[in-house]
T-cell receptor, first 110, second 113 residues
Framework: LAKTTQPISMDSYEGQEVNITCSHNNIATNDYITWYQQFPSQGPRFIIQGYKTKVTNEVASLFIPADRKSSTLSLPRVSLSDTAVYYCLVGDKGNTPLVFGKGTRLSVIA | DAGVIQSPRHEVTEMGQEVTLRCKPISGHDYLFWYRQTMMRGLELLIYFNNNVPIDDSGMPEDRFSAKMPNASFSTLKIQPSEPRDSAVYFC???????????FGQGTRLTVV
């Protein structure tokens, strides 16, 4: 499994756009990039998955450069309720077990 | 669907006692995962099943831990005997083959005193 590196923590004010970058230098050709979100006292929740370029859904956008050695999760106009830990995972689309790193703890401040 | 259901939500037990955690995956999902989460070690994968068969149990910390999946709708994680260092939140998750989205239960908070 490709190793991922992401910042331990980030702070942001409400209403700002937050970008969390994940490095995955050893990503394999068949690997996808998946992001999960975990609120306190809850299990992780799937946010978004992508392979290349840009993916957008109602929650976030995922930007993946051509070399795919990194990816950026973008959260538009965060609110206090976006305070959570965000995990970046790399693996094949659906069959590899989910292995979580330390994640990025995002704190949104009023 | 009610999602992944875990029981109990909280468990307090004395050291040396047997603890059994239960999980009901989402119907139709063929992968089931057991995780343990602590502040120190983060979210660790303990074991996972595919079509009720254990595929990888390399994350199980020691022989005191065992997991079973007798059918597609039920799995257990057992700790015998329990120790204070087993205190953690244990999550169960399920996923369908080819789908990137795994669904997690609410977790069982285990405290061993």
């Amino acid at each position: 499994l490709a190793k991922t590196t992401q910042p331990i923590s980030m702070d942001s004010y409400e209403g700002q756009e937050v970008n969390i970058t994940c490095s995955h230098n050893n990503i394999a050709t068949n690997d996808y990039i998946t992001w999960y979100q975990q609120f306190p006292s809850q299990g992780p929740r799937f946010i978004i998955q992508g392979y290349k370029t840009k993916v957008t859904n109602e929650v976030a956008s995922l930007f993946i450069p051509a070399d795919r050695k990194s990816s950026t999760l973008s959260l538009p106009r965060v609110s206090l309720s976006d305070t959570a830990v965000y995990y970046c995972l790399v693996g094949d689309k659906g069959n590899t077990p989910l292995v979580f790193g330390k994640g990025t703890r995002l704190s949104v401040i009023a | 669907d009610a999602g992944v259901i875990q029981s109990p939500r909280h468990e307090v037990t004395e050291m040396g006692q047997e603890v059994t955690l239960r999980c009901k995956p989402i119907s139709g999902h063929d992968y089931l995962f057991w995780y343990r989460q602590t502040m120190m070690r983060g979210l660790e994968l303990l074991i996972y099943f595919n079509n009720n068969v254990p595929i990888d149990d390399s994350g199980m910390p020691e022989d005191r831990f065992s997991a079973k999946m007798p059918n597609a709708s039920f799995s257990t994680l057992k700790i015998q005997p329990s120790e204070p260092r087993d205190s953690a939140v244990y999550f169960c998750a399920s996923r369908k083959t080819g789908n990137p989205e795994a669904f997690f239960g609410q977790g069982t908070r285990l405290t061993v005193v």
